[in-house]
């Protein structure tokens, strides 16, 4: 299936969409003054040691503290306590002080109250590679699963990686067909990068930073072309110079595929992205056969439950539900790729009770979920015909990207009811009559909550204007949200 990459550039963000067949399958955005920071490396000083979590927090300079587990220190890598082969952990306060300087990379950009995640196990990706200057390792990514091609590019690295080089590579799925010129174009590349790195350590003071990933735009280029890709389209001549520029140094194969768009229609009304963008952020996806999706983030994990709603075809009942699940399973691996969602997810298919119907919808699933370059693990159903799966989460969400928490339900996703509120003022201005003894008291709030006190809550608002034995007046404020208002003492 052919891809298509449209990059939307203006001087406060970056969007890239990548489409196939005219369909948005991903997102990404990233904001001037919100830039991600995995992957980027720190000389950091360690402020705090927790034997009792076996944890740190490290100042790299940002707003709050990021942290390190003892796990994640390669000290820890090969480690051996003990006579026997079994790895243990040493401590994290026998590796760390107060006060130390530690270079570390970044692995999870900061999550709502959380600080980023750190690692020492430093790796620095390149176009085919990926650099681990720590591990004399040579891996092959996972997605090349051809047995013989995976020996094959491990033996050629193996012969291209210099004699000198105490570091190891993972091979990058980029790297299937990929030249001997290529593959020592990328060692070089990254040497010579680590190499600049450590001496930028060398002459700096914690914290700061070492190295600064790449520009989205560039991380395209990177990560995201593929043999697949027909196309990349930029709405930007300065950025589409620089990426031509970027791809004749780095990946000199993709330079032609770079083109610069300047038509009059924005670049993403071309391909209904910002429709796209607005239906994400919905709870509710609606699927062709008039079933529907609904998804729910939460802070633990992430639910996607599915209903038939208006669908009705089929033979029978069986054959409606099988249908509406084997459609369901394709767009939910394409929700969960464009809203970026990640951690846990439960999804909650319609019951099945044909197995051989459960067997295809999870064959199903994992088909549409092999296009995701993000690792994803899934389990077959439960006993309560849930499905449950991972998918690593490296970034915020696209909702926690553009969203906030609501001010006027403070997150809790309802509001309190207009007659809720018209009780909730009765009871406030009882509570005041019994400390203060104004001229009159004044209700100022929203026009729903007016409305009822001036209709069906009268007569209340009435008997306690005569048990306080003082006047109770209406105010409408407009600027008011309905759970907002307030009593003015007169």
């Known amino acids: 299936m052919t891809e298509d990459i449209l990059i939307n550039v203006t001087p406060f963000e970056t969007r890239v969409a990548l489409t196939a067949q005219g369909v948005v399958q991903e997102l990404h955005i990233e904001r001037s003054i919100q830039r991600g920071h995995v992957g980027n490396l720190y000389l950091g000083r360690v402020a705090r040691v927790l034997p009792g979590m076996q944890s740190a927090f490290v100042d790299i300079g940002q707003e709050r503290a990021a942290f390190i587990h003892v796990a994640d220190l390669r000290q820890n890598r090969h480690a051996r306590i003990g006579h026997g082969d079994h790895p243990q952990q040493t401590p994290i306060e026998k590796l760390l002080f107060e006060g130390q300087p530690l270079l570390v990379q970044v692995i999870k950009d900061p999550l709502g109250t959380k600080g980023a995640r750190l690692s020492t196990h430093i790796s620095i990706a390149g176009r085919m590679l990926v650099y681990l200057p720590h591990e004399p390792h040579i891996g092959i990514s996972q997605r090349i699963g051809d047995e013989a091609e995976r020996n094959a590019l491990r033996e050629r690295l193996l012969a291209l990686?210099?004699?000198?080089?105490?570091?190891?590579?993972?091979?990058?799925?980029?790297?299937?067909?990929?030249?001997?010129?290529?593959?020592a174009a990328d060692i070089a590349y990254l040497r010579t990068?680590?190499?600049?790195?450590?001496?930028?350590?060398?002459?700096?003071?914690?914290?700061?930073?070492?190295?600064?990933?790449?520009?989205?735009?560039?991380?395209?280029?990177?990560?995201?072309?593929?043999?697949?890709?027909?196309?990349?389209?930029?709405?930007?001549?300065?950025?589409?110079?620089?990426?031509?520029?970027?791809?004749?140094?780095?990946?000199?194969?993709?330079?032609?595929?770079?083109?610069?768009?300047?038509?009059?229609?924005p670049l993403f009304d071309m391909a209904n992205v910002d429709e796209e963008i607005a239906r994400a952020l919905s709870r509710r996806v609606e699927l062709k056969s008039g079933g529907y999706l609904i998804i729910d983030q939460t802070e633990a994990l992430t639910t996607v439950d599915v209903n038939t709603g208006g669908f009705v075809g089929g033979r029978n009942f069986?054959?409606?539900?099988?249908?509406?699940?084997?459609?369901?399973?394709?767009?939910?691996?394409?929700?969960?790729?464009?809203?970026?969602?990640g951690g846990i997810i439960v999804l909650d298919f319609i019951d099945m009770d044909d197995a051989g119907h459960q067997a295809s919808v999870l064959a199903e699933l994992n088909k549409a979920l092999a296009r995701d370059r993000t690792r994803t693990t899934v389990s077959g159903f439960s006993q309560l015909g849930l499905v449950e799966m991972t998918r690593k989460r490296t970034r915020d969400s696209l909702a926690h990207q553009l969203c906030e928490p609501c001010p006027t339900c403070e997150s809790r996703g309802t509001v309190r009811t207009p007659r809720t509120l018209c009780y909730e003022i009765l009871r406030e201005i009882l509570r005041e009559a019994r400390q203060f003894d104004p001229r009159e008291f004044r209700i100022v709030a929203a026009q729903p909550v007016i409305d009822l006190f001036?209709?069906?809550?009268?007569?209340?608002?009435?008997?306690?204007?005569?048990?306080?034995?003082?006047?109770?007046?209406?105010?409408?404020?407009?600027?008011?949200?309905?759970?907002?208002?307030?009593?003015?003492?007169l």
């Not at 004699?163 to 590579?169: K, L, Q, S, V």
């Not at 539900?321 to 790729?337: H, P």
């Not at 306080?468 to 949200?481: A, D, M, R, T």
């Open 318 to 341: 069986d054959d409606t539900i099988f249908k509406t699940n084997l459609e369901a399973a394709v767009a939910i691996a394409r929700q969960l790729r464009l809203r970026n969602l």
């Open 193 to 265: 990068l680590w190499a600049n790195i450590q001496a930028r350590v060398r002459q700096a003071a914690a914290p700061s930073p070492a190295y600064i990933e790449l520009t989205l735009a560039q991380r395209v280029l990177r990560d995201m072309v593929t043999p697949d890709t027909a196309s990349i389209t930029v709405d930007s001549r300065t950025v589409t110079q620089e990426l031509v520029e970027w791809a004749q140094r780095y990946t000199p194969s993709v330079t032609d595929r770079i083109h610069h768009y300047s038509g009059n229609r």
């Open 454 to 489: 001036l209709e069906e809550e009268s007569q209340h608002l009435a008997m306690l204007g005569d048990f306080i034995g003082k006047p109770i007046s209406l105010e409408v404020e407009v600027g008011y949200s309905q759970e907002h208002y307030d009593i003015v003492l």
């Open 161 to 183: 990686k210099p004699e000198d080089e105490p570091g190891g590579f993972i091979v990058r799925t980029q790297a299937e067909g990929a030249s001997d010129e290529e593959l």
